[in-house]
Structure formats: C-alpha cells, structure tokens
C-alpha cells in the first residue's frame, strides 16, 4: 500500500508535530483511533479491547471509595472529627471535579497514555516542552509509583488487623507487614500481567466488588450499631458541635488539613487517560471515563462518610487504637466483635480490588515514559509481551520499586505515611500543569477534541489551577508544631517529594 500523510490540523487534537511543522506518514490503512494516535507522533501497539466501562472500571477500581476512605481516617476523623468530615468531603470533592473536567478536556485532545506529561510538552512554550514534560512526568510517576505502595501497606495492615482481632494472643510487628505487602504485590503482579481483555474483565469486577462493599457498609453500619442511640444527632454531624480539631493548629486550618482524606480518595480518576490507547473511540469514552469516576466517586463517598459521621462513638478509640487500623477499631465499635470483623474483612476484599487497579495504571505510565526513554531502562520497560501485548516487563518494574518503597516503614509509620501525601501531591501537580499551560502559554494553540467543555473551559481551568495551587502547601504541614514536634510526627512529604523531584531535575 502506497504511504500516505496524516493531517492532525483537522483530526481535532493538540499533537507535538504543530512544534516541530512536520506530519506523520503511514503505510498501511488505519481505523480512527489509530489514525489519531499517529498524528500525535505514536504507533499503535496495543490492543483496543477497552470499552468506555473497562476504562472506567479501573479507574473506579482504584478510587475504591470505601478502602480509600478507610485507609485515610486518620487525616479527616482525626483532624476535625464529623463535621469537619462531612463539610470536608462536600468542599474539597466540588472544587477536583473542576479539575476532572479540565483534565478530561486535554486528554480528547490528546489520547496517548503518556497523557499529561505529553500535553505538559505540547502545550509549553516555545524551548520549555522538556522541562515542563520532565516536571510532569516525574510528579506523575512518583504518583502511580507510591499509589501500589499506600495502598498495598493500608491492605498489608487490615488483613494483620484482622488476624489479630480473631486472635487476641497475635502481636503485629512490622516485618509481618512488609512480608505480607510482598507477597500482595507478588500475586497481584501476576494477575495484572494478563491481556487486556482480562484486565478489563477483572476491572468490571473490582467495580462491582468496590460497589458493593459500599452499599453493605452503608446500610449496616446505621442499622446493625450495637451502641444507645445508634446514631449521633444531627448536631454532631451537621454543626460546629461536631468539629473537633485533633492537630495544634487553628480549627480553620485543621479543616483544610483534613482534605487529605478527600484527595487521596479522589487521585485515580486519570487512569482513562492512561489506557486510552487500549481504548475504542478513545477521545469520547476516556474523557467520559474521567468525568463518570470523580462524579461516582463524589457521590458515593458522600453516604460513607455520613455513615461513619452518624455511628462513631468515640473518635479517639478509633483513631489511636492498638490495633493501629482506624477502620478496623470503627467496625468493632459500632458493630461488636463479631459482624464489625465481618465489615471489615468486606473491606480488605475492596482493598484488594484498589491495589489491581493502582497496579495497572502505575505500570502503564512506566510503559508510556519509557517509550520515550524518559526512564533509566527504558528499552526493557517498554517492551510489550507478544502472548498478552501487555507491558508486563515495565508492570514487574513498577512493583520492584514498590517492594523497595515499602521499606520506609522500618524508619517509623510517619516516614511510611508519607507515602499517601506524596501520592495526593505529586499526582495533583501532575494533573494541573498541563491545565495551567493550557490557560496560558497554549491558550492559542490548543485545539479542542470531539469532548471539550466549550465556554466553561477558562473559567474550569482557573478554579482547577487556584485549588491545588492552594491545597498542596497545606498538605505538607505535621499535625504538632513547636516543641511537640520530633523526627517521628515529622511531615516528610517535603523531603521524599522534593528530594526526588530535585534529582530528578
């Protein structure tokens, strides 16, 4: 078949050929969606066996509302009790919906998996696309490297938790975690390194796993409270009665510190992006993906919060239990012994389906930056396997930096917690660097894709920009100041997140 020129100026997307004033060239028929991804520089090597509910089963996988939730109880209970809670999670998930929006328009644009880090350097000014790509690209990485990481250690502990809540005689020590982290990552690795289809298959399933678990957690925790009266009054949940400040800070800024809980959650909405070269009718269904996973995850966390808000009795026996699992303590609480490790073992399974997803997203973005030589290795971590045209090799990478990252728990659970800071930081800079290019430097050359928020996009941007411009500061900051502070209640996120990043430059 004769070779033939692809014109990206009327294919509806923002490509790196507009820069360099040169076009890509093929020599065999193309569908749509390849036709696209060749006119942003790429060449199509997947298979696209993801529909619009396998992208955003993954993503919807990986937010997994009730673990997610659970895993963070420390930073919105603690901080600011119930109300602080439930205001907390109306806030801060209205202002990332902006932020959903802003990113499900670039990705339309640009539906590679490298995703924002592509747009970072597309959309910068002329002789700033490597820097800004590089900026973005490593904040995105350390965001999909820390997420199996988190999540795999918060897993790694309830189901310790749960061993020993049926076995009062077991002592958790910090080994057994890291043992067990091990061994989750080592067979999550092998069932993620399936093909796509699979992985699609084992997504839907996570939702439905993820869903589930929520309606149970909603319904029983009310109903089946072994505590007189079974619920708090709506003065608890609702008013400043119920706000109680559990930092040294003031109660305003206690409030702010508590959207942790709430960012953390809600990070694993550009998984779409990231699979949307697997994807069909990719410039429609990710960004729709996008925007169905931070509006569920919205609505959906909502009753779980309230559902914790309304039952917990005792704040401070949850939080500083010795079982060392906020969420484990809260089932026994409100529900006793018995039906409590019950709900919480529904939620270790939840737990599992979060860490498939962080998984499969993580190794996707190794893949993508590695075929850009971005990474050290890069030409064996973007080698896809021929059997699941997967990229298995780079999905085994990424779980070798997890197993060396879980380490940090041997230095003291603040310096393994940090982990979920730096996740929540590092991804949110991510996300909003391609947005703020996108207003400014890019506001001439951006070229909207079929999904694109019109009118509203300025105004999206802008709130999206402002929010994490202020949000991830505040993120930084210990619970103790003054001579309460000490090198184990110490914030690190500063530390680990800048020191990589600065290497990385």
């Not at 490597?130 to 199996?148: D, E, H, I, M, Y």
């Not at 949110?428 to 400014?440: D, G, Q, S, V």
């Amino acid at each position: 078949m004769e070779r033939h020129t692809v014109d990206e100026s009327t294919l509806g997307v923002t490509s790196i050929f507009r820069t360099t004033q040169e076009h890509a060239v093929v020599d065999h028929e193309v569908d749509a969606d390849e036709e696209i991804l060749v006119a942003l520089g790429y060449k199509q090597e997947f298979k696209r066996d993801f529909t619009i509910w396998s992208c955003f089963g993954v993503s919807f996988s990986i937010l997994g509302i009730l673990p997610s939730i659970a895993s963070t109880l420390t930073y919105n209970l603690a901080y600011v009790g119930q109300a602080g809670s439930v205001w907390g999670w109306i806030v801060a998930s209205i202002l990332i919906q902006f932020v959903a929006l802003s990113m499900a328009e670039l990705c339309s644009s640009m539906p590679t998996a490298g995703g924002l880090y592509y747009a970072a350097a597309v959309l910068a000014p002329e002789g700033w696309g490597p820097l800004a790509a590089w900026v973005t690209g490593w904040s995105n990485f350390l965001g999909q490297l820390t997420g199996p990481t988190s999540v795999g250690y918060a897993l790694a502990y309830m189901i310790l938790t749960a061993v020993s809540i049926g076995n009062p005689d077991y002592t958790i020590e910090t080994w057994h975690i890291y043992l067990m982290l091990l061994a989750i990552l080592f067979v999550s690795g092998l069932i993620t390194m399936q093909a796509t289809k699979i992985i699609g298959w084992i997504n839907i399933v996570g939702t439905w796993v993820n869903l589930i678990a929520l309606i149970i957690f909603v319904i029983w925790m009310p109903v089946g409270s072994i505590n007189e009266p079974k619920t708090n009054s709506n003065k608890i949940v609702w008013t400043s009665e119920g706000i109680v400040n559990g930092t040294e800070w003031p109660t305003g800024f206690a409030f702010i510190m508590g959207f942790l809980s709430v960012i953390w959650t809600m990070s694993g909405y550009d998984a779409p992006f990231h699979l949307s070269e697997e994807c069909g009718n990719a410039n429609i269904a990710a960004p729709r993906a996008i925007v169905m996973t931070a509006q569920l995850g919205f609505y959906l966390g909502f009753p779980v919060i309230l559902a914790i808000a309304y039952t917990v009795t005792n704040i401070q026996d949850v939080v500083a239990s010795d079982l060392g699992q906020p969420m484990g303590a809260l089932c026994l609480q409100v529900l006793g012994p018995r039906a409590g490790l019950a709900m919480f073992a529904i939620n270790i399974v939840a737990q599992y389906c979060v860490e498939l997803g962080c998984i499969i997203a993580g190794s996707r973005v190794i893949y993508a930056y590695s075929r850009d030589g971005a990474l050290p290795g890069s030409r064996w971590w973007k080698q896809v396997n021929q059997y699941t045209q997967t990229p298995v090799n780079a999905l085994w990478f990424d779980l070798g930096v997890n197993s060396l990252l879980g380490l940090l728990m041997f230095a003291s659970p603040v310096a393994i917690g940090a982990v979920f800071s730096i996740g929540a930081i590092a991804q949110y800079t991510a996300f909003t660097i391609p947005i703020a290019l996108r207003l400014t430097a890019a506001s001439d050359k951006f070229r909207p894709g079929p999904w694109n928020l019109g009118r509203w996009s300025k105004p999206c941007g802008i709130i999206s920009c402002t929010w994490v411009v202020f949000i991830i500061p505040v993120l930084c900051f210990p619970s103790v100041k003054g001579g309460d502070l000490n090198d184990l209640n110490m914030n690190y996120t500063c530390l680990i997140y800048g020191g990589v990043m600065l290497f990385a430059l």
